[in-house]
T-cell receptor, first 115, second 114 residues
Framework: KNQVEQSPQSLIILEGKNCTLQ??????????LRWYKQDTGRGPVSLTI?????NTKSNGRYTATLDADTKQSSLHITASQLSDSASYIC??????????????FGRGTQLTVWP | NAGVTQTPKFRILKIGQSMTLQCTQD?????MYWYRQDPGMGLKLIYY???????DKGEVPNGYNVSRSTTEDFPLRLELAAPSQTSVYFC?????????????FGPGTRLTVL
């Protein structure tokens, strides 16, 4: 069964600290993996998109890594800010056949940054 | 560009009522999608469209209908609202020929059915 699991479910950190969010998936075949940020009451906004040939991709203070062999990804946030408080969603895109273009969503990690 | 816009932002329906959630995008994307997001759960695909005149079911299509008469608009219709349809609904669009391009989401419509 094609699934995307994220951990932890929620996380609280102090402003200025770093954190790492995890994503494991079983989607196969696989096209790309995306990390989205969803602020409360808003739609998801894309942070990074990685294909199976990419190991890492950065977007400012956000760095995503991908290990397509173990089907694991992580999102590292450096020097957290209060505005980083949001839900971070891992999304895997299917590769071909019946899964082509189909997106599989994780439940998200709810990050809270305290001052 | 306004991106993906959705109306209304909030709506309360009584059981059995019907309504249409509107979605418009101005990016000339060929793919459009409707998702629902229940509390603490991942987004689930209701319907999608690969272009004007073409629609297809996603994971959870029961109780919903869609149409795609233009590239820009992709309305979602609820015919007989049920409490199980209480959720936040997101419309999204993407470019490309295979649906693997980045998806851009609207702000969502929060629907409550009482």
């Amino acid at each position: 069964k094609n699934q995307v699991e994220q951990s932890p479910q929620s996380l609280i950190i102090l402003e200025g600290k770093n954190c790492t969010l995890q994503c494991n998936y079983t989607v196969s075949p696989f096209s790309n993996l995306r990390w989205y940020k969803q602020d409360t009451g808003r739609g998801p906004v894309s942070l990074t998109i990685m294909t199976f040939s990419e190991n890492t991709k950065s977007n400012g203070r956000y760095t995503a890594t991908l290990d397509a062999d173990t089907k694991q990804s992580s999102l590292h946030i450096t020097a957290s800010q209060l505005s980083d408080s949001a839900s971070y969603i891992c999304v895997v895109s299917g590769g071909r056949g019946s899964t082509l273009g189909r997106l599989y969503f994780g439940r998200g990690t709810q990050l809270t940054v305290w001052p | 560009n306004a991106g993906v816009t959705q109306t209304p932002k909030f709506r309360i329906l009584k059981i059995g009522q019907s309504m249409t959630l509107q979605c418009t995008q101005d990016m000339n994307h060929n793919y459009m999608y409707w998702y629902r997001q229940d509390p603490g759960m991942g987004l689930k695909l209701i319907y999608y469209s690969v272009g004007a005149g073409i629609t297809d079911k996603g994971e959870v299509p029961n109780g919903y209908n869609v149409s795609r008469s233009t590239t820009e608009d992709f309305p979602l219709r609820l015919e007989l609202a049920a409490p199980s349809q209480t959720s936040v609904y997101f419309c999204a669009s993407s470019y490309g020929t295979s649906g693997t391009g980045e998806q851009f989401f609207g702000p969502g419509t929060r629907l409550t059915v009482l």
